[in-house]
C-alpha cells in the first residue's frame, strides 16, 4: 500500500513557476514509477509526465515539454513538478499516481488505468 500527497498549488499569474510535491509512504517507493496527472474543469484527466523508478528516464507530454520537470527523490520517498513559465491552459487539479509494473513506456504511462494508486490532488490556478 502506498499513501501518496500532493502540495505546492496555488494561485499564480501566467509566466511565474510553481513546484509540486507528492510524498509517498512505505517503504517501497523505488519501486514505482512516478506520473502526474490533471484534470481541467469539465475535461478529462490527462496525462502530463513520468519518471522510472530511479529517475533515469522521463516522459513528457508535448504541452510541457520544456517547461515542466519531474524528478524524484527516492530517499525521501518524494517526487516533484517543477512548473516554469506557466500558462492559463495549465490550470488544473494535479494528480501525483504510482505505478509498479512498466514498461516504462510513453504508451504505458500515459494510461491512467496503468497506475495502482493516486493521491488527492491539488489546485494550480493560473490567471493571465
Known amino acids: 500500500q502506498v499513501q501518496l500527497v500532493e502540495s505546492g498549488g496555488g494561485l499564480v499569474q501566467a509566466g511565474v513557476s510553481l513546484r509540486l510535491s507528492c510524498a509517498a509512504s512505505?517503504?517501497?517507493?523505488?519501486?514505482?514509477?512516478m506520473g502526474w496527472f490533471r484534470q481541467a474543469p469539465g475535461k478529462e484527466r490527462e496525462f502530463v509526465a513520468a519518471?522510472?523508478?530511479?529517475?533515469?528516464?522521463?516522459i513528457y507530454t508535448d504541452s510541457v515539454k520544456g517547461r515542466f520537470t519531474i524528478s524524484r527523490d527516492n530517499a525521501k520517498s518524494t517526487v516533484y513538478l517543477q512548473m516554469n513559465s506557466l500558462k492559463p491552459e495549465d490550470t488544473a487539479v494535479y494528480y501525483c499516481?504510482?505505478?509498479?509494473?512498466?514498461?516504462?513506456?510513453?504508451?504505458?504511462?500515459?494510461?491512467?488505468?496503468?497506475?495502482?494508486?493516486w493521491g488527492q490532488g491539488t489546485q494550480v490556478t493560473v490567471s493571465s
Open positions: 512505505g517503504r517501497t517507493f523505488g519501486s514505482y514509477a
Open positions: 519518471i522510472s523508478w530511479t529517475g533515469g528516464m522521463t
Open positions: 499516481a504510482a505505478e509498479a509494473r512498466g514498461p516504462f513506456t510513453k504508451a504505458t504511462m500515459m494510461r491512467i488505468q496503468e497506475y495502482d494508486y
